[in-house]
Structures are given as structure tokens and as C-alpha cells.
């Protein structure tokens, strides 16, 4: 029921046909009468409330007969003038319509759920508001506890497994990093994938640092994202809009998929406090083996000695990690009257991660204020948000600025404790300096060095203001406009130590320094005008609008190795007389401008056939000086209530069928068309121009869709099902692509591919309640099928996306988005057995066509939760399951080369690894096999597994034990069991939030398991 009360303002789109249900119509008590006689007309006051005396939002009240009426106000509150003989039809879906004499209505009309029809109203496009059974695509709806009973510094991480049709994948940076969130599979082969966030209506500036980029193997290590930046404790609800139908008036980025967040607002009442506490535990979840048998041979780094025992004792990589810690804190306040509500908050999240030295701190100001005038015709709604944060060292995998790769692969003979004390004093110098003689192995050095001494800090102020203002010109018309102003300034800085291995440092052995300012700000306005009419059996809902986007980044800055004297952390330190690709200045200046005009129409019939319409043109800027500066694209779907059609059998309290199609554009990448087509050259410290040969026309990237899709109801609506079955075809995408120099251009930018996804997602539900004793289970599985129907003209030409030495992600005509080839593998002989050396060993060779090894996508994925709650004790659990794809490991390749893995202890156990009819020694074999070029074959898995995700247990005291305080408190868990899993680490972990790199292990840091308790006071 919260999720109705939070999601109604335009309900009325379907309340016409109400009684046409055969619903009884019900009188209410007559008592505190609101009731003014002027000649033959009467005004009629009141407030519609439900069974739990909460107000309820967009009520029909219509006086029968005419098409005079009106809809209640936020406070449930409404006010209409009729005939003194009249009779009201008061009408609300899911709730038994109520027919009452005018001059009898009361104070406070209390109005009770239907049980034969329950419906839901649910926040849709540009913070529109529908009834759920109107609607023609899927949308899921997520209340305020799912995000915050197990807590994430990271919010959306809360949400995985709990929703169909989505991927969540919590980046292995650490504490701040950003998330991976694609709906219904990857669709752009060139632009972003990732969801479009909207905030109260108003599409969120999230700028993504998690992509960690082009040189994926030496780990530009990821930042956080804009969303994080929301205090999951404003949160009311989320919907997910997972298809183009349910997004096209967003456009461009729409094309994803959006997830709607709706926060809190003042109530009417009395001062409510609300103080939560959320502390949380976390440590390694899912780790290599290693192996602690066998050590090195004196003046080596490998662990191929003796078994033997270490005289240092066993060594365990683990111990190196700290034990993680995440403490967010909240106070609420919400006051307010029928005229005014004000909703203030302020959130703190201290955060530190497993690697020492990762930390992440959050401080949210929120202030929201609601309040009407004009005689209760005009609502101005403002809100504000300050946002600080700071971040240090996110980490995510690599063979630089990686401290994993000497720890795991630390020679086991040796002392680990010898190297705890990472820097000593140096005299001569007079600085301290890295404690590390173990030469320079993949550019190793001391783990404690990389975490302390080769220093990444993030500082960043975000203010955020918004601001609507509504006006009802009549009951059934009104006008509103918003605005949104959110603007970001980072200060980064990357500080690396005199004593650092100098091709990290640009050849300086002083130090190196890097320092960068962004201003990042996006302005967001719209005017709608909103129709909400009724003629007798059809309604009319209509949205008709503009809108405009602009958006500013600026960064700015410099980095370079130091000038002497060591360690002197300035811009004027940075010795830029050594020009190179790391010493040089930074600078990136972006603009785009986008204006729209939209329009959204719904028509319905009898509230059981509706009929939705949507339209929007776009100028963008980044098709500035192209043949075509702005594109159009429209929606239609239809939804149809069975139920109210025809007579089905008893079990069933309700079912729909819905349909849509949508087309959404998506403009190229910006500044792309720009005639200022320059690059700057850091070694000549000059600009150059870029030689990239364009097309005549540009044309915006199309996606489209359609869906069909199920919703029903049974056993009096204890049981329900959600069956959408979707296909999208993504078109014009824009590739940059080398060129044979003959025409006197380098590159070329073309425009062609086409993408398609295709799949089903399914949600089973059931809530039954026996006396104090309820149990809500969810069930939700989906399968997505990406395919590339089209890549290039010539068909036999493909996209290389890389990915690790020797195995990368290729893109060719008939293969999906997430394809692995492999250029390494063992060579046979003439007769099919493995070719050998003078001493018997493998060869490696490579391979001309390389060999496919399977795709990194899932094939489905399964969530599985459950709730019980019986006398203020409440207990649930959730499984989630990844079902297909593959995943590879360069960790585990060279922990074998190593020596340092279990599986070279076993193998040395067993004498040798068997090959054709004799055997060879694990140390030769792995050499050829493992490594940084490994025969991909031997370290591909599958990515299927199966986990217990969420725990947790409370108790929700009875308030007269405490004076009416609210008091709740559980025990969680997350990450806590893996039941399945092949793999030598997570699978659904992630090193980048981008589109590809995706499954590739290179010492990624570990997911965590994470244990913790919750404690809520309401006061």
C-alpha cells in the first residue's frame, strides 16, 4: 500500500469507468458535515482517507450524471461545488467505489480496498504518474527497504537480483566505486550502456568513472559515479523502466532504460524524527587458492623450491587486507499542515575498504519543502541538496598500480613481516624510501608502497537544486514547469613517492604529481501542460510539452614527474621542461545542448482498454553543421484488462495483456562533427590536425523495440504473475575506424551495425497473511539473446575491443557484444596429440584464426527472495543465480607460472601433469601454459553460480514499551555463502563499468562478504 500512496497524482486518467466494473457502491457515516448552501447549489468539502487513515492522492469525485468533478490534493483533501440533489461518485482504483448523497458527504471519507480488482499507481516518464493497469510496458517498483535493510555505500548495489531484466555489477574498486547497471543487454556498440537515472521526474547528471578505458591491462584505475551520490535514506521508492516504450519521452539516453527515483517529501502532521544507524563488516568473499608447501629457491621470486615448510611460517595473502567497514548515519525530520510540508535530512556514510589505505566519506544536506497558495491552486515544490565527498585509492585490477600482484605472488621462503615496514630512511637522500629488493618482476613493488605511497585522493562538492511549480487552471487542466541546476567540481590528485619505480613516475626519481580540477554542471527545464478528462465512458490523459538540457564539462590541470628536491606535491614542482606523454598539461571542454518538444496521449475506455501515444523531436548540438540537426520518435501501446471483459474463472482476481513499440534516438557522440578538428600532441607540446574522413549526413543511433507482455493476478490476488516477452534492434551506430592513407585521411568515421536483443523476463509473487504471520516470495528470471546482425559493409570484417594478452573481445556479423577469441593454444601434432619439445613439454603457438571461447554475456539470471514477519520479528532472504557465459582469469595464470597457486602444489604432489603418455614437470608445463600469455583454453570458466546474497534478521519493538518510540533493529548479511562456482573468483564482480572487459580477472580485487546490524528510531 505505500508504494500507492506515494505513486498517485493522476489517477483519474482511468477512475471514469469505475462503477462499470459492477462493483456495490457503499455509503459512508454521516457526521461533520462541510457543507455551504448558495441558492440551489451546495460546495462540498472533504477528505478521502484510506483504511489506515492515510490520505489518498488523485480520487475521483464526480458528480453523477455531468462531467462536473474533481480529484483529491496531496493531503487527500477536495473541494466541488454541485446541484443540492446530486449524487458523488467517489472512485479510486483498487479501492470499492463509493456513491454518496451530497448533502450527506462527511468531514473524512474513509475508502476500502477492493479485493476482486487491485490496482497500483506507479511513477512512469518524466515523473508522470499512471495507473499500473493502463500501462503497456513493463515497470517494476522498489520501495525504500529494499535499499536500505542491507546497506551499500553504493545504493544501486542493493537492488541486484531483486529486479528482472536487469544486470547489476558492484565494481571491484572498492568503497565509492561506481556500478554497472545494463537493462535487457548491451544495444550501442560505441556509447554508453548504461541506465539514464531520473530524480523526482528530472533526468540526474551521473558521470561514470568506472570505465577503467582503453589500456584495460596496466589498470587506469576507476573512480566512483554521480549516483552514489544520492542518500539512499531520501529514497521513497524506485521504478524501473527497463524498455525504450516506457522511457521514449526521455530520449537519447532513454534508449537503456531508466531508473526513476522518487524521494521523500513533507507530511501533514505532527514533527516526525527519524534516526537510523547502519554499520557493516566486510572481508574477502571470494579468493584464489594458494598454496603454502613448496618455496622458492634462494634469489628467486618464483615458488618453485623445496617442500618444505618457510621458516617465516606460513604465508597467507589475506592477512593483508583489512577488515572493511561501512557506517552510514541518518536524522529525518518531516513537519507540515494541509498549506505547507517540509522534509530535512542529513546522512553521513564513513566507508573504508579491505585494501589499506581505501577510503570513502559522504555528507548529504537535504532540505525539501512543499507548500500551496493561491487558494490551494498553485504547489511550489523546492529542494536542495549539498553533497560532500572524498575518496582515496580505488582499486580495480591491472598489472600497475595494482598491490595484489606482489602480494599473491610474494616468494614463499621469504619474510612478508620484512616488508611490512615499506619505506626506510635514506641518509643520503634525506627522504624515506621503498623497502623492496625483490628486482623488478611484471614492475612489481612493495604491496604497502602501491596502497601508501602511489596516493589517489578525490575531493568533490555537488550542489543540486530543484524546483516545480504547478498550476491548476481548472480540475481537469494544469500547467507545470521545473527546473533542476546540479553541478559538481572534483579535485583529483595522484601522488607518487621519490623511490617509485620510474616508469610510473615519467623517468623522475623525485616523484611524480598529477592534479586536476572538473566543473561538471547540467541544467534541466521543462514546461507541461496536463489534461486529465473524462466523457462519460472514455478518458483523456495528455501531456504536452517542452524541454531543454545543457550540460558543461571543464577539466583542467597538469602532471608530470617532479623537479628536485623529493616529494614536493605542487603544480610548480612538476618539471614540464621534460615534455612527454606524462608530463604534460590537461585540458577537455565539453558543451551539448539539447531542445525538445514532446507530447504523451492516453486514452482510455471503461478503465479496461487503453490507448498510449508518445512523440519527441530533438535538436541536438552534437548534430550541429550535419544535414540533420534534429530527429523524431515516437511510441504506441495498448493494454487491455481482461478481467473487466469478460467473465474468468474465480481464481483469477485480475489479468491484463499490453503491447508497445517505440523508437528512440540517440544523437552521435558530441563535439564529433565539430569543424575545430584538432588534437593536442604532449611530446611537440603543439596541436595537430586530426586527418578522420566524415560521412555527408550523420544520423542519430535508433533503437527499436517492442514488447508484449502478461500481468496477472489469482487467489485473490495472494498469487501473481509478470510475463514480458521483448526484441530491440539498435541501428546507425557510429564506428571510428582506420583507413588506408590514400585519400589523404587516416580514420574514417562510418555510420552502420545493427544490434539486436531479445528475451523474456518473468516475476512470480506471493503475500498471504495467516493472523500475525505473513510470507512475501518473489521469483524473477531473465534471458536476454544479443546478437549482431549487422557490423560493417565488407561482412567479413571485424571490431577488435581488446582485452587481456591474447585473448580479446572481437565484434564480427552473427556474434554477440561479449565474444572471446583466444590467439594462443597449444600446437598438435599430425595425429591430434599435443606437439612436444626435446624434453617433452607443450608448445605454445599462435594461432592464425584465432579460437572462440565463448561470450562474457549471461544466458539468464534468477533472484529468489523471501520475507517473513510474524509478532514484530521479521526474517528474509534472498538467492541470486548467474546462469551461462564465461569468464577468464590472467590472476590464476600467473599464480601457476608462479608457483604460488594450489593447483602447482597438487600437480607437484602428484609427480607431474600428464601429457600424451608421459609426463611433464609443473614448472616446465606452467611456464608454456601459464603466464602473462597463457593458452586461454586452460584458464576459461564458466561464470554460472549461485549464491545466498542477503540475509537478515529484527524486531520491531511494540511502541507502547517505549513511550510510542519507534524502534527497530536486525542483524544482516550480504555475499554470505556461494553455493556454486567454478570460477577462481566472483564472476559477478566487475574491473569496469563499461561495455566491454567484461569477465577478465587480472589480480581483480576480491567481492566482499559483509556483516553488520541496523538500528531505526522513530520518534
Known sequence: MEVRKLSQLFCLLMASGST?????????????????????????????????????????????????????????????SVSSSAQLEISYVGYKTLLLQANSVTKKIVMHEDTEVLDEVVVTALGIKRSEKALSYNVQEIGNETLTTVKDANFMNSLSGKVAGVNINASSSGMGGATRVVMRGPKSLTQSNQALYVVDGVPLGNRNGGDVGENKMYSNQPGGEGISDINPEDIESISVLSGPAAAALYGSAAAQGVIMITTKKGKEGKVSVTVTNSTQFSNPFKMPEFQNEYINRPGQYTSWGEKTPSKFGAFDPEKFFNTGTNVQNNVALTVGNDKNQTYMSVGTTNAAGIIPNNKYERYNWTFRNTTKFLQDKMTLDFGFNYVFSKDRNLMAQGQYYNPLVPLYLFPRGESFDAIRTFELWDPARGIYTQNWNYGDALSMQNPYWVAYRMDRPNRRHRYMANASLKYQIFDWLDVAGRLRFDRTTTKSEHKRYASTNTLFTGGSPYGFYRYTNSDDQNLYGDLMLNVNKHFNDFSIGANIGASMTRTQYINEGFQGGLKAPSNIFTPNAINYGFATNDNRPEYEHQKHYINSLFANVELGWKSMLYLTLTGRNDWD????????????????????????????????????????????????????????????????????????????????????????????KFFNNAFSVDLTFYQSNTKNQTFLRQIAPGEGFDKEYI????????????????????NDFTWNSTFTYSMNRNKIIDLLENPNEVVNQGGLKGADIILKKGGTMGDVYSFTGFKSDIDGNYAVDKSGNVIRETLDNPTYMGSVLPKGNLGFSNDFSWKGINFGFLLTARLGGIVMSQTQALLDSYGASQASADARNKGGIPVNHGVVSPEAYYSVVGGENPIWSEYTYSATNLRLQELYIGYSFPREWLGGIGLDVSLTANNLWMLYCKAPFDPESTASTGTYYQGFDYFMQPSLRSLGFNIKLKF
Open 20 to 80: 462499470a466494473w459492477g462493483l456495490p457502491a457503499e455509503l459512508s457515516s454521516m457526521e461533520n458535515l462541510q457543507i455551504s448552501v448558495q441558492a440551489d447549489k451546495i460546495t462540498v468539502q472533504g477528505t478521502i482517507v484510506d483504511a489506515n487513515d492515510e490520505p489518498l492522492i488523485g480520487v475521483s469525485i464526480l458528480e453523477k450524471g455531468t462531467t462536473n468533478g474533481t480529484v483529491t490534493s496531496l493531503d487527500g483533501a477536495f473541494t466541488l
Open 621 to 712: 548540438s552534437a548534430l550541429a553543421g550535419t544535414t540533420h540537426e534534429s530527429f523524431f520518435y515516437p511510441s504506441v501501446g495498448v493494454s487491455g484488462i481482461l478481467s473487466q471483459m469478460f467473465k474468468l474463472p474465480e481464481f483469477i482476481s485480475y489479468m491484463k495483456v499490453r503491447a508497445s513499440w517505440a523508437s528512440v534516438g540517440s544523437a552521435i557522440a558530441p563535439n564529433i562533427s565539430s569543424g575545430w578538428r584538432y588534437e593536442y600532441n604532449p611530446k611537440s607540446q603543439s596541436y595537430q590536425t586530426v586527418t578522420y574522413k566524415f560521412p555527408d549526413t550523420f544520423y542519430p543511433e535508433r533503437t527499436d523495440s517492442w514488447e508484449a507482455g502478461l500481468s496477472a
Open 751 to 770: 555510420q552502420t551495425g545493427n544490434v539486436r536483443n531479445r528475451g523474456l523476463e518473468l516475476s512470480l509473487g506471493y503475500n498471504k497473511t495467516w
